[in-house]
């Protein structure tokens, strides 16, 4: 069974930097297309950044210019590096993949997730 699991996060002031790390455990990974979704207390939950098989990427207009989406093979881990961060950046983050590839523009696959991590906080203070 594929298992997502999520690492890195915490807590940052704003204006400030964090990374997190989802690795898989499907050796056959690099053929998903992966992404970064985030849940706001009170909120839906929205797309954030994608990678697809490729190495191409898509972003939500909102973390454009802050955040890098990146796939590592050699460690099997989807990377979302970020940047600049803001309050409203405040959430519970996830990795989700899928077997379809293709990406949209507004930072997510083209496909629903099939695959899920549990989450990971990242809170940003003012």
């Known amino acids: 069974q594929v298992q997502l699991v999520e690492s890195g996060g915490g807590s940052v002031q704003a204006g400030g930097s964090l990374n997190i790390s989802c690795v898989v455990t499907?050796?056959?990974?690099?053929?998903?297309?992966m992404g970064w979704f985030r849940q706001a207390p009170g909120k839906e939950r929205e797309a954030v950044a994608a990678a697809d098989s490729d190495g191409s990427t898509t972003y939500a207009d909102s973390v454009k210019d802050r955040f890098t989406v990146s796939k590592d093979n050699s460690k099997n881990t989807l990377d979302l590096q970020m940047h600049n961060l803001k309050p409203e950046d405040n959430a519970m983050y996830y990795c989700a993949a899928t077997t379809g590839n293709g990406l949209n523009t507004r930072g997510a696959c083209n496909y629903d997730a099939q695959y899920w991590g549990k989450g990971i906080l990242v809170t940003v203070s003012p």
């Open positions: 499907d050796p056959t990974w690099h053929y998903y297309c």
